[in-house]
């Protein structure tokens, strides 16, 4: 199947900063990337779905402010999480669609970056 | 918008026996319906996915079933191994450019030596 790397993988910070972290899809072009985050124990949870040369759209409750998402080309995406602070603690995972053949219609995960704000 | 019910939330078999775990969701509309098993730490991975023109699927111990007039879809595990211990998601979906997936809360597995 086709690739995602995220980075970084783990990335502890002091609250105030802001985090940058990256979704790379390694073998095919990603028109769509969506960025979700997921809590100890509990599920998948969109935040935004990250087009390339446009705007994201961004669900219902989550600050676009906040989490900064640009979406630069066909195989980058990237979520900055501005101000960080400990409630932002989190494992963060994109995913990215290939679009080569519409008819394809599985996502492909990324590791996933866990954040830890002290 | 579409909502995904999962159940159980845990569930817990001995080796070797069979493993069901049912979702269901709301949007009629929905058309195509992976699951997705997901390791402590680790990304989800697809296992099996089913279009809505497609009743069931079987990929060796690994079969999914689907009820469209019900709107629910069922995922069944034979032959259960300690390497199938993990969590499972089931999602929801329109079958269309751009279009997210709805995750279900998932089920985490454990199977008992």
């Known amino acids: 199947g086709a690739v995602v790397s995220q980075h970084p993988s783990r990335v502890i910070c002091k609250s105030g900063t802001s985090v940058k972290i990256e979704c790379r899809s390694l073998?095919?072009?990603?028109?769509?990337m969506f960025w979700y985050r997921q809590f100890p124990k509990q599920s998948l949870m969109l935040m935004a779905t990250?087009?390339?040369?446009?705007?994201?759209?961004?669900e219902q409750g989550v600050e676009k402010d906040k989490f900064l998402i640009n979406h630069a080309s066909l195989t980058l995406s990237t979520l900055t999480v501005t101000s960080a602070h400990p409630e932002d603690s989190s494992f963060y995972i994109c995913?990215?669609?290939?679009?080569?053949?519409?008819?394809?219609?599985?996502?492909?995960f990324g590791p996933g970056t866990r954040l830890t704000v002290l | 918008g579409e909502n995904v019910e999962q159940h159980p939330s845990t569930l817990s078999v001995q080796e070797g026996d069979s493993a069901v775990i049912k979702c269901t969701y709301s949007?009629?509309?929905?058309?195509?319906f992976p699951w997705y098993k997901q390791e402590l730490g680790k990304r989800p991975q697809l296992i099996i996915d089913?279009?809505?023109?497609?009743g069931e699927k079987k990929d060796q111990r690994i079969a999914v079933t689907l009820n469209k007039t019900a709107k629910h879809f069922s995922l069944h595990i034979t032959e259960t191994q300690p390497e199938d211990s993990a969590v499972y998601f089931c999602?929801?979906?329109?079958?269309?450019?751009?279009?997210?997936?709805?995750f279900g809360p998932g089920t985490r597995l454990s199977v008992l030596p």
């Open positions: 949007d009629s509309a929905s058309n195509y």
């Open positions: 990250s087009n390339e040369g446009s705007k994201a759209t961004y």
């Open positions: 089913i279009r809505s023109n497609v």
């Open positions: 995913s990215a669609r290939d679009f080569a053949g519409l008819a394809t219609s599985e996502q492909f």
């Open positions: 073998d095919f072009q990603a028109t769509t």
């Open positions: 999602a929801a979906s329109i079958q269309n450019y751009g279009q997210n997936f709805v």
